[in-house]
C-alpha cells in the first residue's frame, strides 16, 4: 500500500507550484540535488573522516566526501572545506567550539537587529555556554560599527560573528577585522544567506578578512539543507591547529555519522554553482530584490527585504504572514529593528526572491507581485494586536480565520495561482 506520506508530498507539491515562495532562506533545488538525496547513500554509517572512518566499507563514501570538500575549497577560494555538519545551527555551535572556552565572551549581532539564534541570542547554547555580547544596527537600520568597536574593547571577545539573518544590506568585513584585530578577536564569518550571491561574483568574498567561514547549503547556494565550515589561509596561519578543532567540534563534538546522501547533494549543488548559469542566477536573485524593495517603499542590496508594517498598524507581522499566505504568497514574520511591540508579535515581514528566480521571474515579475503583496497588506488595517497582552494569542488565531474567508485575498490567490503555474519548479511536474 502506498504510504500516506506520498500523497501529503503531492499536497505540498502543489503548493510549491501554486504559490509564491518568497521566505529568504529557501531555495528550490534541482533535480540532480533530489535524486542524491534520495539515493542508497542514507544507509551508510561513516563516523570520522575520509581515511580515517571508524567503521568499514566507507571507500565510496571517502570518495564523495573527498570530492564535496574539494568543490568547496575551489569554489569558495579556501584550504579547508569541511561538509559534515547537518546544519547551520550545529555548523555555527562547531565553529563556537573550535575557538572557543566554555564561558569565553562571543560577540554577535541582536536578534532584533538581524542576527542569528547561534550568535549569542537569549536561550541559544551561545548564550547558555559562552558569554554573549550583542551589538546592533543604528537608526539607518545599518551595523553599528562604532557600537560594536565600543563593546569589543569593553568585553574582549574570543570570538565576533559577522553574519546576519534578517538585514538588507552588504557586509564590508574589513571593518570586522579592524575591530577584532584591536582586541585579539578571531572573527567567524556566517554566510548562509548570502553564500550563493558570494560565490555568484555579486557579493564580496569574506575570506581575505576573517579566520573562519560557515554556511548553510540550502539557502542562496541553492543545495540540499546542510552547511560547510570552512578555514582561510588567513585562519590557518593563525592557528594551524583550526582544522583540527573543528573536526573535533563536528565529531566526537556535536555529531555522530555524516548524512552520506546530504554530503552527495551538497556536492552536486556545488558542481552546480560553479557554472556560468549560476552566475547568471545570482546577480538576477540581487536585481529582482532591489526592484521588489524599490516597489515596497525600501531598500535591498542582497536577496532580502525587510519590510516594516508599522504604517499599517500595530504588530502585524502575523496578521501580514497570514493575509500573504491566504494570497498564494509565503512570507515569515520578523522582528524590525528596536521592534517596538516583541519579538512574539513582531512588526514586520522578511521576504525574498532566490526561489522566485530559480523559476525564472524577473524584474516586472517583481514589479507585479509587489502590487499583489500590497493590495493583500491593505487587508489587515484595523487588525492591530491588542495592548493588553493577555488577549493577544486568541485575536491571533480568530484574525487566522478571518483573513482565511477574505474574499480580496483569495481572489489574489487566483491571481497568484495563474501567474505562477507559468514558471516551472524543478522536480514538479
Ligand atoms: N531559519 C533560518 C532563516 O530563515 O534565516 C536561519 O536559521
Same mark, same amino acid.
Given at each position: 500500500?502506498?504510504?500516506?506520506?506520498?500523497?501529503?508530498?503531492?499536497?505540498?507539491?502543489?503548493?510549491?507550484?501554486?504559490?509564491?515562495?518568497?521566505?529568504?532562506? /529557501?531555495?528550490?533545488?534541482?533535480?540532480?540535488?533530489?535524486?542524491?538525496?534520495?539515493?542508497?547513500?542514507?544507509?551508510?554509517?561513516?563516523?570520522?573522516?575520509?581515511?580515517?572512518?571508524?567503521?568499514?566499507?566507507?571507500?565510496?563514501?571517502?570518495?564523495?566526501?573527498?570530492?564535496?570538500?574539494? %568543490?568547496?575549497?575551489? %569554489?569558495?577560494?579556501?584550504?579547508?572545506?569541511?561538509?559534515?555538519?547537518?546544519?547551520?545551527?550545529? &555548523?555555527?555551535?562547531?565553529?563556537?567550539?573550535?575557538?572557543?572556552?566554555?564561558?569565553?565572551?562571543?560577540?554577535?549581532?541582536?536578534?532584533?537587529?538581524?542576527?542569528?539564534?547561534? #550568535?549569542?541570542? *537569549?536561550?541559544?547554547?551561545?548564550?547558555?555556554?559562552?558569554?554573549?555580547? $550583542?551589538?546592533?544596527? !543604528?537608526?539607518?537600520?545599518?551595523?553599528?560599527?562604532? /557600537?560594536?568597536?565600543?563593546?569589543?574593547?569593553?568585553?574582549?571577545?574570543? %570570538?565576533?560573528?559577522?553574519?546576519?539573518?534578517?538585514?538588507?544590506?552588504? %557586509?564590508?568585513?574589513?571593518?570586522?577585522?579592524?575591530?577584532?584585530?584591536?582586541?585579539? &578577536?578571531?572573527?567567524?564569518?556566517?554566510?548562509?544567506?548570502?553564500?550563493?550571491?558570494?560565490?555568484?561574483?555579486? #557579493?564580496?568574498?569574506?575570506?581575505?578578512?576573517?579566520?573562519?567561514?560557515?554556511?548553510?547549503? #540550502?539557502?542562496?547556494?541553492?543545495?540540499?539543507? !546542510?552547511?560547510?565550515?570552512?578555514?582561510?589561509?588567513?585562519? =590557518?596561519?593563525?592557528?594551524? +591547529?583550526?582544522?583540527?578543532?573543528?573536526?573535533?567540534?563536528?565529531?566526537?563534538?556535536?555529531?555522530?555519522?555524516? *548524512?552520506?546522501?546530504?554530503?552527495?547533494?551538497?556536492?552536486?549543488?556545488?558542481?552546480?554553482?560553479?557554472?556560468?548559469?549560476?552566475?547568471?542566477?545570482?546577480?538576477?536573485?540581487?536585481?529582482?530584490?532591489?526592484?521588489?524593495?524599490? +516597489?515596497?517603499?525600501?531598500?535591498?542590496?542582497? *536577496?532580502?527585504?525587510?519590510?516594516?508594517?508599522?504604517?499599517?498598524?500595530?504588530?502585524?507581522?502575523?496578521?501580514?504572514?497570514?493575509?500573504?499566505?491566504? &494570497?498564494?504568497?509565503?512570507?515569515?514574520? @520578523?522582528?524590525?529593528? $528596536?521592534?517596538?511591540?516583541?519579538?512574539?508579535?513582531?512588526?514586520?515581514?522578511?521576504?525574498?526572491?532566490?526561489?522566485?528566480?530559480?523559476?525564472? =521571474?524577473?524584474?516586472?515579475?517583481?514589479?507585479?507581485?509587489?502590487?499583489?503583496?500590497?493590495?493583500?497588506?491593505?487587508?489587515?488595517? !484595523?487588525?492591530?494586536?491588542?495592548?493588553?497582552?493577555? +488577549?493577544?494569542?486568541?485575536?491571533?488565531?480568530?484574525?487566522?480565520?478571518?483573513? &482565511?474567508? @477574505?474574499?480580496?485575498?483569495?481572489?489574489?490567490?487566483?491571481?497568484?495561482? @495563474?501567474?505562477?503555474?507559468?514558471?516551472?519548479?524543478?522536480?514538479?511536474?
Amino acid at each position: 500500500m502506498s504510504s500516506k506520506v506520498f500523497k501529503l508530498i503531492e499536497e505540498e507539491k502543489k503548493r510549491q507550484i501554486e504559490g509564491l515562495e518568497m521566505i529568504p532562506s /529557501e531555495n528550490y533545488v534541482s533535480v540532480d540535488v533530489l535524486k542524491a538525496l534520495g539515493s542508497i547513500l542514507t544507509n551508510k554509517y561513516s563516523e570520522g573522516f575520509p581515511g580515517r572512518r571508524y567503521y568499514g566499507g566507507n571507500e565510496v563514501i571517502d570518495k564523495i566526501e573527498n570530492y564535496a570538500s574539494d %568543490l568547496a575549497k575551489k %569554489l569558495f577560494k579556501v584550504p579547508v572545506a569541511l561538509v559534515q555538519p547537518y546544519s547551520g545551527s550545529p &555548523a555555527n555551535f562547531a565553529a563556537t567550539m573550535a575557538v572557543c572556552e566554555p564561558g569565553d565572551v562571543i560577540m554577535g549581532l541582536s536578534l532584533s537587529s538581524g542576527g542569528h539564534l547561534t #550568535h549569542g541570542a *537569549h536561550l541559544s547554547f551561545s548564550s547558555i555556554f559562552y558569554k554573549a555580547v $550583542n551589538y546592533s544596527v !543604528g537608526a539607518d537600520w545599518k551595523i553599528d560599527f562604532d /557600537e560594536l568597536e565600543k563593546l569589543a574593547i569593553k568585553h574582549k571577545p574570543k %570570538l565576533i560573528w559577522a553574519g546576519t539573518t534578517a538585514y538588507p544590506f552588504k %557586509l564590508d568585513y574589513k571593518k570586522f577585522r579592524d575591530i577584532a584585530d584591536k582586541v585579539g &578577536a578571531t572573527v567567524v564569518a556566517d554566510i548562509a544567506h548570502i553564500s550563493g550571491l558570494i560565490v555568484g561574483g555579486v #557579493h564580496d568574498s569574506p575570506v581575505p578578512y576573517v579566520e573562519v567561514i560557515t554556511t548553510t547549503t #540550502h539557502k542562496t547556494l541553492r543545495g540540499p539543507r !546542510g552547511a560547510m565550515i570552512m578555514v582561510t589561509d588567513l585562519g =590557518m596561519k593563525k592557528d594551524p +591547529e583550526l582544522k583540527a578543532k573543528l573536526e573535533r567540534a563536528i565529531i566526537p563534538g556535536l555529531q555522530g555519522g555524516p *548524512h552520506n546522501h546530504q554530503t552527495a547533494a551538497i556536492a552536486i549543488s556545488l558542481e552546480e554553482a560553479l557554472t556560468p548559469a549560476f552566475k547568471k542566477y545570482a546577480s538576477q536573485v540581487v536585481k529582482n530584490a532591489a526592484v521588489l524593495a524599490k +516597489e515596497l517603499g525600501t531598500v535591498s542590496e542582497n *536577496h532580502l527585504v525587510l519590510l516594516s508594517l508599522t504604517d499599517y498598524g500595530k504588530g502585524m507581522g502575523y496578521q501580514a504572514q497570514y493575509a500573504l499566505e491566504t &494570497a498564494g504568497i509565503t512570507v515569515n514574520k @520578523n522582528t524590525i529593528p $528596536n521592534e517596538p511591540i516583541s519579538p512574539f508579535y513582531p512588526s514586520g515581514i522578511r521576504m525574498g526572491t532566490p526561489a522566485l528566480t530559480t523559476r525564472g =521571474m524577473k524584474e516586472k515579475d517583481m514589479i507585479k507581485i509587489a502590487s499583489w503583496i500590497k493590495r493583500a497588506l491593505e487587508e489587515i488595517k !484595523g487588525l492591530d494586536i491588542p495592548e493588553q497582552k493577555e +488577549e493577544r494569542a486568541q485575536y491571533i488565531k480568530d484574525t487566522k480565520v478571518s483573513l &482565511a474567508k @477574505n474574499k480580496n485575498l483569495l481572489k489574489i490567490k487566483e491571481e497568484v495561482k @495563474n501567474f505562477a503555474l507559468k514558471f516551472p519548479v524543478p522536480g514538479i511536474d
